[in-house]
Each structure stands twice: as structure tokens, then as C-alpha cells.
């Protein structure tokens, strides 16, 4: 929860309590033991400026302005200040969810089908208000034989992408990515236009394909859009948290979407949701996302989720550890090993880790195309390209090469191992 406030000291700070102010605000609705213990927290010694700071950078002050802007104990020009930040968020939002509007409409008119992601979705959805679910771009999801189509839309509406691409990695984008950055210079809005929820090594075996066979809509301004369905929505937000960095799960908001996700579930169907991840690849992945969810729900988890926790305590582990990366007061920046690894942690089954290694270590990035434009027709090169560059970048350097080769004689006379 690395903010600029609160580093003037020589060591790390402790941010136990405020991190508890977000556990405990950050949601749309609070229980009576949640209640009493904010009252608590908030008569002791809170630093504010790491509130808004850390609360802002993290997209939750909407949440801690419903909680918190009518407390006494809050002092005057925080609430002001959440207040402000409030309003602002209001008319974001209200701007932005107007434009999905009439961007989902040119798409309905140009014949292709489109589902709205995230944002808001989410807010609609499972926030039960617009304005509470601070979002700041937009996604849209279309199905792949739509791409090209649905691009040409997108710039009609005075839209540019973020990365051109030409050539062999115009052949090559629709395959190894699962979206498209795009801004319009006149407004800065940037949308994200997917075909997928998140590259082949991160989401398990859900298929483009599948997310499209019974979908959900929403109201949004008197327009009924398209959204994944319940159990898929679940599962998209937690493919989306694991998959980010500079670790898992960086910001409050996105765990605050499965947070009231589990708290307006109702009837769902859990048992259900658990095997469909789990044909999906994705049953870790599931539970992960349930799992850093839980301080935000003071117990709520349903119990067949309890029961399923309780025998993956690497799970549970690193979700403890999410909330301690979270609560740091520096930066948290994980090497390639150690990200791997937790990529691993979540995969389900061997054969599932050996798919993940394989399309890590084969999935073309855009490093790789940044190295070298080709031509379309050797676009397959790409992939030893890929190979070749990640050799050099991870693999042991020539003067190391030589120290493991030398005879234990010939290390002796130069010094031995030192």
C-alpha cells in the first residue's frame, strides 16, 4: 500500500492500523461487529494523509467516503477531502459510463457483439451504485473473428492504439496477447478492447469461445449491455487480480470486487462454481482471489469455500502474504523467479504447470516484437527469437560457464572458490 506519506522516517512504518481502516471500510456495507470495531479504530491515532494517499492510489476513497464523511472522529478537512474525492469519481464515472454506452452501441450497429468487463460492470453489477467503483478506462470484450471489425469501430469513434503493430506482429497479436490498448487523444479515455481474459499461461483452460454461451446484462442508463455471467465474472476477477503485478492482487479495489461479489452472492451456487473452475484449471486461481478477499468480510466466506481453503494452505499462505506486501511501506518489486513461482502456485495439477512453463517460455511478448519488426510471412520466427533473447537475458553468463568447467586442480591454483 506504498504511498508517498508517511516515509519522512528512517525506518519502515507500521501501517497496521490503517490498513485495518481499509479492511473495514472498503465495502458497501457493514456488519455490526465491523461497525464497533471502526468506531474503536478510529478513536486512536490514524495518519490521514496516508489514508488519502493509499486510498486514493488503490481507487477505494468512494467506499471510505460512505463510512467515514458523516464521523465526527474523522477529522473536518479529511471528510472535505473524501468528499471532493467523491464528486469527482461521480463525474468520472458518469462520463465514462456514457461512452460505453455509445461505444457498445457503434459495435450493436456494426453487427458485433460485445460484453462489457470490469468497471462499469462490476460496479453495476455487484456494487449495486455507479458510483462506488471508481474505475478509470474502459473494457469491452468481442469475440476473435470480430477483432479487425471491432477495431475499425473503435477508431471511428476517434480512437488510436497505444502500440502499432505491422507486419509479422499484426499476424502474430491476436495469438499470444488478449487485448488492445487504445486512447482518444480528444478526451484521454483509454479502452481496452479484449478477446480474451488474459493470456494463454494465466487463465487456465477457460476459452475465448465458452464466455459468450449464456451471458448476463445489466442496466447502465436506461441501456441494457451484455456481461459475463455470474460463476465467469467470478472467475474473470480473479484471473484478473492474480495475473497483475508488481505482484498478485496490487490494488484494494480489485479485491474489493470479489469481497462484494461474495457478499450479494445470495443463492449462489458455490459447489457448482468450484467445479467449474476446477475443469477450467482455474479451481487455485478461485480460491486465491477468495481468499485475499476475506479480511473484508468479517467471516462471511461460505463454508463449502471454508472447506476448500482449509486444504490449500499454500493458498492461504499467499494470501497472508498479499496483505503483508500490501500493508509495506516500500516498494515490493519481485524478481522473474519469484513471480514464476507463484504463478506455479496457483496452476492446477502437473500438467497444467508443464502447459504454463511451456507457453511462459514460448509466448512471444512485446519485447520481443520491440526487438524486431518482421515481415509477415516469418512471423513463426518470433518464437526462437524469444528463446534466444530470454538465453541471453536468464541464462549463465560464458565466464561462469567456464568456472563450473574448470577441474577442482585448476580452481585451486587460482584461488579456489573464493
Given at each position: ?8 522516517g528512517?525506518?519502515?512504518t507500521?501501517?497496521g492500523?490503517e490498513v ?8 458497501t456495507?457493514l ?8 468506531g ?12 488519502l494517499a493509499?486510498?486514493?492510489l ?20 479529511i471528510r472535505?477531502a473524501?468528499?471532493?474525492?467523491g464528486?469527482?469519481v461521480a ?7 456514457s461512452q460505453l454506452?455509445?461505444i457498445a452501441?457503434?459495435?450493436?450497429q456494426?453487427g ?5 468487463l ?20 474502459l473494457?469491452?470484450l468481442?469475440?476473435s473473428e470480430?477483432?479487425?471489425q ?6 471511428s469513434?476517434?480512437?488510436?492504439p497505444?502500440?502499432?503493430?505491422s ?6 497479436l ?7 490498448t487504445f486512447?482518444?487523444?480528444a478526451?484521454?479515455?483509454?479502452l ?6 488474459a493470456?494463454s ?13 449464456d ?5 447502465l ?5 451484455q456481461c ?5 465474472q ?21 479485491i474489493?470486487?470479489?469481497a ?8 449462489f ?10 475443469e477450467l ?16 468480510l468479517d ?19 499467499l494470501a497472508d ?12 518489486s ?19 504447470r ?6 511462459r ?12 519488426t518482421l515481415?509477415r510471412y ?20 560464458p565466464?561462469?560457464l567456464?568456472?563450473?568447467l574448470?577441474t ?5 591454483a587460482?584461488?579456489g572458490?573464493?
Amino acid at each position: 500500500m506504498t504511498s508517498t506519506a508517511g516515509k519522512a522516517g528512517s525506518g519502515p512504518t507500521d501501517r497496521g492500523l490503517e490498513v485495518e481502516l481499509f479492511q473495514l471500510a472498503a465495502r458497501t456495507d457493514l456488519s455490526e461487529a465491523a461497525e464497533r470495531r471502526l468506531g474503536d479504530l478510529l478513536a486512536g491515532p490514524i495518519d490521514w494523509d496516508y489514508v488519502l494517499a493509499a486510498g486514493g492510489l488503490h481507487g477505494i476513497l468512494p467506499l471510505l467516503h460512505i463510512h467515514l464523511g458523516q464521523r465526527e472522529t474523522v477529522p473536518a478537512p479529511i471528510r472535505q477531502a473524501l468528499r471532493e474525492r467523491g464528486e469527482r469519481v461521480a463525474r468520472s464515472n458518469l462520463y465514462l459510463s456514457s461512452q460505453l454506452v455509445e461505444i457498445a452501441d457503434a459495435l450493436s450497429q456494426a453487427g458485433v457483439s460485445a460484453l462489457a468487463l470490469k468497471g462499469p460492470a462490476v460496479a453495476a453489477t455487484l456494487y449495486g451504485d455507479l458510483f462506488l467503483r471508481e474505475f478509470g478506462d474502459l473494457d469491452i470484450l468481442v469475440k476473435s473473428e470480430d477483432v479487425v471489425q471491432a477495431t475499425d469501430v473503435v477508431e471511428s469513434q476517434g480512437f488510436a492504439p497505444w502500440l502499432s503493430v505491422s507486419g509479422a506482429q499484426e499476424e502474430v497479436l491476436p495469438h499470444v496477447e488478449y487485448s488492445r490498448t487504445f486512447t482518444r487523444p480528444a478526451d484521454g479515455l483509454d479502452l481496452d478492447l479484449h478477446w480474451d481474459l488474459a493470456r494463454s499461461f494465466f487463465r487456465g483452460r477457460i476459452e475465448a469461445e465458452s464466455l459468450w454461451g449464456d451471458t448476463s446484462s445489466f442496466d447502465l442508463h436506461g441501456h441494457e449491455l451484455q456481461c459475463l455471467r455470474p460463476d465467469l465474472q467470478l472467475l474473470a476477477l480473479c484471473v484478473h487480480g492474480a495475473k497483475h503485478g508488481p505482484f498478485p492482487w496490487p490494488r484494494l479495489k480489485w479485491i474489493c470486487d470479489v469481497a462484494e461479489f461474495v457478499r450479494q452472492s445470495g443463492a449462489f451456487d458455490w459447489e457448482a462454481a468450484v467445479l467449474c473452475a476446477r475443469e477450467l484449471g482455474c479451481r487455485r486461481t478461485l480460491l486465491f482471489g477468495l481468499a485475499v478477499s476475506r479480511p473484508l468480510l468479517d467471516g462471511e466466506m461460505p463454508p463449502s469455500i471454508q472447506q476448500e481453503l482449509a486444504g490449500e494452505p499454500q493458498v492461504r499462505s499467499l494470501a497472508d502474504r498479499i496483505w503483508m506486501w500490501l500493508a509495506s511501506d516500500t516498494d515490493i518489486s519481485l524478481s522473474f523467479s519469484e513471480r514464476v513461482a507463484i504463478d506455479l502456485t496457483l496452476i492446477d495439477g502437473g500438467g497444467g504447470r508443464l502447459s504454463y512453463a511451456a507457453r511462459r517460455i514460448l509466448t512471444p511478448t512485446k519485447k520481443d516484437w520491440e526487438a524486431r519488426t518482421l515481415p509477415r510471412y516469418l512471423a513463426f520466427l518470433y518464437v526462437p527469437l524469444r528463446i534466444a533473447r530470454l538465453a541471453g537475458q536468464y541464462g549463465p553468463r560464458p565466464w561462469r560457464l567456464r568456472h563450473f568447467l574448470r577441474t577442482d586442480d585448476s580452481r585451486s591454483a587460482s584461488g579456489g572458490d573464493s
